[in-house]
Each structure stands twice: as structure tokens, then as C-alpha cells.
């Protein structure tokens, strides 16, 4: 994935580790070599895109071109830091997909009327995941158009 001949970089905003490395594996074994960030939680993901706290430092937190956000988060839900960061003016331009292991109606409905780019559910089988993070890959690396950061 990349932006302007520039790989995109990736936050991803998860909470249990094991889906931390799983989804480390899974970029690995598709061969998305973006460089990927990772927080623990809703408060710390909104840290990191807005320089705050443990994450002031611009040049170990820069701007991700795509966020990976997991609904169910401590400190503050993963609805709630979509709502933020599409409300926020400097950021509300970033790609979100809200990947989660979440089938709730409430979830999917809510995170639309939030701004998220796409809703989509973990699939459960290895296999399926690294062909759906090779697919997240090559639609928004490849094939979507993103918008001019100043027009």
C-alpha cells in the first residue's frame, strides 16, 4: 500500500494480543511489508494520532495512511475513536476499516453512521484472514483513490 510512491503506514488498534500477532502473521504471509503500529486501546490510539501523551513524539507516531480498529476496546470503544477522528478535521481524511470479531447489527450500523470506511468481521480460519488482509491490501494500496491532503 503506499501514497505518492511512499508506503501507507498502518495503525492498528487492537487489544488482545493474540489477534495482535495473528494479524502480524497474516500481513507477513500476504507480503504487506507497510509499516504497522500498534495500540492497546481506545485512548491510546487517539494519543497516537494526535501526538498526546506517551506518543508526543511525531517521529515514532506518524500519521498511519490507514487505521485497523477494533470495536470492543478498553478506555474508550472503538465506535467512539472512529467518531473522534472523523470528527477531528486534520485526521477525518484517514481511511478507517473497523475489523472486528463483532456480528452485531448495532456495530455495523453504528460504525457507518461514524464514518467508517468499511466494516469488516475476522474471519475465524488463518487461511481466510491472510487472503482478507491480502484483499484490504490490494484495494487500498492498489485501487482506491485517496483524497488530496490539501486541494
Known sequence: MSEGGQLVKILLVEDNLDDV???????KEAKVINEL????DGQEALDFLQHAGAHADAAKSPRPGLVLLDVNLPKLNGID???RIKQTPDLR???VIM?????R???????YDSGC???IQKPVEFDRFVALVQEIGLYWGLLN???PAQY
Do not use: G, Q, W, Y
Not at 500477532?21 to 500481513?27: E, G, V
Not at 503500529?37 to 492497546?40: C, L, M, N, P, T
Not at 475489523?99 to 456480528?103: A, E, P, Y
Not at 447489527?105 to 460504525?111: H, I, Q, T, W
Open 117 to 119: 470506511n468499511s466494516f
Open 37 to 40: 503500529h500498534v495500540v492497546r
Open 99 to 103: 475489523l472486528t470479531v463483532s456480528r
Open 93 to 95: 481524511r484517514i481511511p
Open 81 to 83: 475513536v472512529l467518531a
Open 105 to 111: 447489527d448495532e456495530d455495523v450500523v453504528k460504525s
Open 21 to 27: 500477532m495473528i494479524t502480524k502473521r497474516a500481513l
Open 145 to 147: 483513490v485517496e483524497s
